[in-house]
Every structure is written in C-alpha cells, then in structure tokens.
T-cell receptor
Framework: DAGITQSPRHKVTETGTPVTLRCHQTENHRYMYWYRQDPGHGLRLIHYSYGVKDTDKGEVSDGYSVSRSKTEDFLLTLESATSSQTSVYFC????????????FGPGTRLLVL | DAKTTQPTSMDCAEGRAANLPCNHSTISGNEYVYWYRQIHSQGPQYIIHGLKNNETNEMASLIITEDRKSSTLILPHATLRDTAVYYCIVRGHNFNKFYFGSGTKLNVKP
C-alpha cells in the first residue's frame, strides 16, 4: 500500500469552527489531491497540488482552502465549517504523468453539527 | 473524460471467477481504463489499468475489447474479502479529473 496517512481519522465539530485535515505521504509523489465522498455523488475533487506551494481548485472548492509547504504534507482547511461539509474526505497522491495511478489514503470522517 | 456505465450490483459464488463489465463507448484513443474498489468505508484501492492490451496482475485481469468501447475486470477466484464496490474509470489528459461514478456492488457469497 502507498504510504499515505490522514489525520485525524474521525472528527466532530460545530458549525462555524475552523477545521484542518492533514494528509501525509512518504512516497515523494509530486501530485496530491483532496476529495470528498458523499452518498449519490461518488468522489468529487476539492483541490489538488502539483508541487510545493502549487495548488489549484477542483470541482467543489468553495468553502475550502489548501496549503502545501512540504512535498510530504497537504493540508485541507475548512475556514468555517458548515453542515453541508459533513462528509468523508480522502487524500490521494500520484506521479506527474496523467496516466499515472492515484493512490488513496484511508479517509477522514468529518461530522459538522 | 469518457463516462462509464456499470451494473449496479452483481453476485458471485466464493471460489468462482467474478466478471465485472464496464461500458465506455465514448472513450478516446489516449484515455486509460482504470479499476478501483472500495471495501466498506475504506479508501479506494487501485486494482489495475490498461490502454489497449489486456493486462494481468496479482489481483485481477483486465480485458479490453478491440474497439475499446468496453472492458471486463476478472477476479479469478473470488473470496468473501472481495465483496466491495468496484469502480471503472476512464482517464485522459485531465489528470485532475478522476470520475468514480456509482460503481458495481459485488457480493461474494459462500
């Protein structure tokens, strides 16, 4: 399995609270991604990074920000959590070529009350 | 990226081969076919991928038709631990697009 860890694995928070999720990789892959998975929607891309300090928006980026100060870490921040952001969040990594496989982390379950 | 069509669910007897079909009739020449699975609430697990030729690894075989409009994932000897949702994905130059869709729920039964 690819060396990807996510923390925390479970979190319960209240509406309006800032939340940061961390993805850590030991594979030295250039690309990192954040997805959310909700019933009936499959996986949807939130943000991705193609290098240190290089990030871009995905399909559902509103309400989320990201940062990547080191190759191995990709942080996802919910500036002010809302109940609609209750979801399972997955981090993924891949090499730089488009045909390269994405490997996924174990996920973080977030509940916003 | 081309969209894919998969059956909602399938059953397979333990020890038998599981053949999971996928239709991707709008696939273009440079798009790869990927298969992932997701067991319960775990992260999606990569299984196999291919462009034109059939592929085999320790987990499964991927059969792609000559016109590339469909493919079949084969788990040669399904076990109870193979019960999962299997996703067929077609991926092209937009590396940031990895559309999982609804997948096929494979139920392996004793």
């Amino acid at each position: 399995d690819a060396g990807i860890t996510q923390s925390p694995r479970h979190k319960v928070t209240e509406t309006g609270t800032p939340v940061t999720l961390r993805c850590h990789q030991t594979e030295n892959h250039r690309y990192m991604y954040w997805y959310r998975q909700d019933p009936g929607h499959g996986l949807r891309l939130i943000h991705y990074s193609y290098g240190v300090k290089d990030t871009d928006k995905g399909e559902v980026s509103d309400g989320y920000s990201v940062s990547r100060s080191k190759t191995e870490d990709f942080l996802l921040t919910l500036e002010s959590a809302t109940s609609s952001q209750t979801s399972v969040y997955f981090c993924a990594i891949s090499g730089p070529q488009y045909q390269e496989t994405q490997y996924f982390g174990p996920g973080t379950r977030l509940l916003v009350l | 990226d081309a969209k894919t069509t998969q059956p909602t669910s399938m059953d397979c007897a333990e020890g038998r081969a599981a053949n999971l079909p996928c239709n991707h009739s709008t696939i273009s020449g440079n798009e790869y076919v990927y298969w992932y699975r997701q067991i319960h609430s775990q992260g999606p697990q990569y299984i196999i991928h291919g462009l034109k030729n059939n592929e085999t690894n320790e987990m499964a075989s991927l059969i792609i038709t000559e016109d590339r409009k469909s493919s079949t994932l084969i788990l040669p000897h399904a076990t109870l631990r193979d019960t999962a949702v299997y996703y067929c994905i077609v991926r092209g130059h937009n590396f940031n697009k990895f559309y999982f869709g609804s997948g096929t729920k494979l139920n392996v039964k004793p």
